[in-house]
Structures are given as structure tokens and as C-alpha cells.
């Protein structure tokens, strides 16, 4: 049985990837910012170990983590939890660009770093679930974009790092997936939101499953993923 560590198994893409490893069986441990979204978690995925640590100050992540018990197994680790935060680099304040970087980049280092040495006992899988904006930034995305940036190239650098341990590194970048970020996005950009124009979360799933499954041959590097209609 493999275990997962999974951060935004709360809603969008993450829960549907949680949901999915869960039925068949896998072991989860589902990270959440608070002791009350791991109670709901929990529930949710009855089974399922949490992990409590605010990803917005992830100077604290060590502390936070040294008072709970951490899987002494862990075979793949994915970053799928995110924020965003849409504004011109005029209006755009540094606590805006902070949360984002800290809960984006900074946040998903830190845990990579905690878990690193499990993953090099289980010769195991690191996804970075990035976005279209860690590719090319457009107006009003400077920040996030920065983010997402900064993740794409934490993943090459780890992905060189590890490789001789035997831990694959994959990105990921969905387009625009119906989820609660993408309502969030929308009301920002002043729009009407229809969930039918976007991709399905379990499509996005499909596509981290296939990457966390392929035989140990091979790894994918970086996937993208687009809306089909």
C-alpha cells in the first residue's frame, strides 16, 4: 500500500485526486492549515492520517510539524494546495505578494524538504501541480505568476537533484479547471462563471494519476493539461 502525502485535498483538484487514491485503497496524509479543517478532512476520508501546518507561513512549518507524528513511509508527495490573488503590479500590495509566494513556492519547498528523506528510502514521486500562469504570465497575474514560476523551477532543480536517488519529479499545469480558485478568479476579473467552459478536476486527476502510476522506466517531467472544448 502506498502513501500519499496530498496538500489542497479539500476541494477542486486536490480532493479529487484524494478521493481517488482513497478508493483504491492507498494510504492518505491529508494536510489541512488548521486543526478544524483536519477534523473535516478526517471525516471525509475516514482512514486518512492529517498533517496541520498554515502553508501561509511556512517559517513555522517546523515547529508546527515537530509537535505531530509524520509518516515514517512516504512514496509520493503532491502539491496541489494554492492561492491566487489577481491584480496590476500597481495596486498589488507586499502581504499579497507574500501569501502568494509563501503558500505557492516557499511553502512547498519547506515541505519537500521535510519529507525528502522518505522519499529517498522509497525511491518515490514529488508532483508539483503548477498552472498555465507558471508558463506565461499575462497582465494582472504578475504575482501568482511569479509563484508558479518559482515552483516550475524548484521542481527542475529538485528533479536534478534527486534524480540519482531515484525520485521522480513531475510538474503539472492545468489550464482553467472548474473549481473554487476559478470562481475566486472570476469574480476578480469582474465575469460570469460557468463551470461546463473549464476542465473537470477528475480530468486534471486523471492526468496526476497516470504520471504517479507510470512504471518506474519512466517519469514524466512536465505535463500540461487544457481545456478540450
Known amino acids: 500500500m502506498a502513501t500519499h502525502v496530498i496538500t489542497g485535498a479539500g476541494s477542486g483538484i486536490g ?13 492518505l496524509v491529508l494536510h489541512a492549515r488548521d486543526a478544524g479543517r483536519a477534523k473535516e478532512l478526517a471525516a471525509e476520508f475516514p482512514g486518512a492520517r492529517t498533517l496541520v ?40 500590495t507586499p502581504k499579497s505578494w507574500r501569501h502568494q509566494l509563501n503558500v505557492n513556492l516557499v511553502a512547498p519547498a519547506e515541505l519537500t524538504r521535510h519529507f525528502l528523506p522518505q522519499l529517498r528510502a522509497s525511491r518515490g514521486h514529488v508532483i508539483f501541480v503548477n498552472s498555465g ?14 509563484s508558479k514560476h518559482g515552483l516550475k523551477a524548484l521542481a527542475d532543480s529538485l528533479r536534478h537533484e534527486e534524480h540519482a536517488n531515484g525520485v521522480r519529479i513531475t510538474s ?19 465575469k460570469d ?12 486527476a486523471t492526468a496526476i494519476l497516470m504520471s504517479l502510476d507510470l512504471p518506474r522506466d519512466a517519469e514524466v517531467n512536465d505535463l500540461t493539461v487544457r481545456p478540450g472544448k
Open 53 to 92: 501546518g498554515d502553508l501561509a507561513d511556512p517559517d513555522r512549518l517546523s515547529w508546527a510539524f515537530s509537535h505531530q507524528s509524520l509518516p515514517g513511509q512516504v512514496d509520493s508527495l503532491l502539491h496541489i494546495a494554492g492561492v491566487v490573488d489577481l491584480g496590476p503590479v500597481g495596486d498589488l
Open 193 to 204: 462563471y460557468d463551470p461546463q467552459k473549464w476542465i473537470d478536476p477528475e480530468s486534471v
Open 15 to 27: 480532493a479529487a485526486v484524494a478521493r481517488r487514491l482513497h478508493a483504491r485503497g492507498d494510504d
Open 172 to 190: 503539472v499545469y492545468p489550464g482553467r479547471t472548474a473549481s473554487p480558485m476559478q470562481v475566486k478568479v472570476h469574480q476578480q476579473e469582474g
Open 133 to 146: 500562469a507558471g508558463l506565461a504570465a499575462h497582465a494582472d497575474w504578475s504575482a501568482y505568476a511569479a
